[in-house]
């Protein structure tokens, strides 16, 4: 699968050593996209990209550098180990900068099992228009809506190899495709929008282009009329296409890189309640057919599956190497890279626990609030966690949704919002991150 890309970071490390470096890890990307736009009937672009992209990361003692390069001719490659090494010899020294012990390893796994690569052909890109088309038309015959933004229907391949002179070596395959459409409702100052967008590994997974230009159609229909909902403190239900950024921000405040840098506002948690009781935050890497998935890290750490947060309560830290060694803690098999920088910690594929009841059953648990189904630009304090964000969705009242409301803020304590928050059981399964629709209460709304 990606034998073709083996030699080139087996050269990269030999060329790595010749030009003086003590370790170094390299990788090699091959991808192929392609996108195709939509608009008023009309093809509007058609994009189609193919690459072949390497990268290298060189140690000097503990001091490092990284290059990448789109020519893999032998004369390029040398010239970016000799650069590399040059660049690390100038570069300040990082105590905690370095490959993995070869016992940290990984040493089998299986790909196949993840199902991380469509076996079908590409998609010819006169069927990627045709099913933009589609979807377009279905969202046009909605009543309500008055024009379609853009539909688009894309394909992408990407195949990588990672190799480290610690003895490490092992590569993939992943595949997605995707198909969206925005639809607008009203004229003028009226106009307001929504959207649907699907994507999957396995594009015969990926629902029809009618029902996802439907959705929008209908989603976007909904919302006609919108104005401001009243200023004052109110539950707020976070729907679930939203739902999934509060606990990205639970995620990022839980990164070694912000932990490190005392720049977290769960500097402190650790042990500590972050959620209501009972309820899990478990990273599945090796969860098949999500987008998510890897057999390894990007430093070639063998991965598994693990709780972030157990019972309610904050068990690690999401750590690469670098950031383990600076708290004196050992890697949690979190790192992730690009072609031109060293490894930083990242999450794969996310599971909340679910709750027992519908998204409709919370809407009637919260009485009068706000169904949130857009969040809108972001004023988050990373150190305090405060929150704040621009929202748009539907006014409930009486656990009914009564109109459709747009411009207003919400605000509150990310603490006090993640330890109360309610679960809906609601998480589409298919997403990288499943997370349902999310009941908080006592939010700041600032509307009318």
Known sequence: MTDSLEPLTRALLEAARAAGADAADAMAIESAS???????????????????????????????????????SAGTLAEMAARAVAMACEAPEDPHAGLADPAQ????????????????????????????????????AVAGVSMVEQASAGWGRRRLHLAASNGFSGGYARSGHSLSCVAITGTGTGMERDWCAESRIFGADLPGPEEIGRRAGERAAAR?????????????????????????????????????RGASWLRHAMGEAVLPAGLDLIEEPLAPRLSGARPFDAEGLPVATRPIVEGGTLRRWVLDLATARKLGLES???????????????TSNLRLTEG???????????????????????????????????????????????????????????????????????????????VPSLLVEGLTLAGA
């Open 34 to 72: 392609v996108a195709i736009d939509v608009r008023a009937g009309q093809l509007e672009q058609a994009e189609r990209a193919e690459g072949l992209e390497v990268g290298l990361r060189v140690l000097v003692g503990r001091r490092q550098a990284c290059v990448s390069a789109s020519d893999t």
């Open 224 to 260: 006609a009329g919108a104005r401001k909902p009243p200023t004052g403190a109110y539950p707020v239900l976070f729907d679930e296409r939203v739902a999934a950024s509060l606990l990205g921000h639970l995620v990022g405040a839980v990164n070694g890189t912000a932990v490190a």
């Open 332 to 346: 949690t098999a979190n790192a992730t890279r690009g072609l031109a920088a060293p490894p930083s910690p990242g």
């Open 105 to 140: 390893i990984a040493r089998d796994w299986d790909v196949a099992a993840l199902e991380l690569d469509d076996p079908a052909p590409a998609p010819e890109p006169a069927a990627l228009e045709e099913a933009a088309r589609a979807a377009e038309a279905a969202a046009l």
């Open 356 to 434: 027992r009841h519908s998204r409709d059953a919370l809407l009637r648990e919260m009485g009068t609030g706000l169904l949130v189904t857009s969040l809108i630009g972001s004023s988050v304090n990373p150190t305090t966690g405060d929150y704040s964000r621009g929202a748009a969705g539907f006014w409930v009242e009486n656990g009914e949704i009564t109109r459709p409301v747009n411009e207003c803020t919400i605000a509150g304590s990310l603490r006090d919002m993640l330890l109360g928050i309610v679960p809906a059981n609601d998480a589409r399964p298919h997403r990288s991150v499943r």
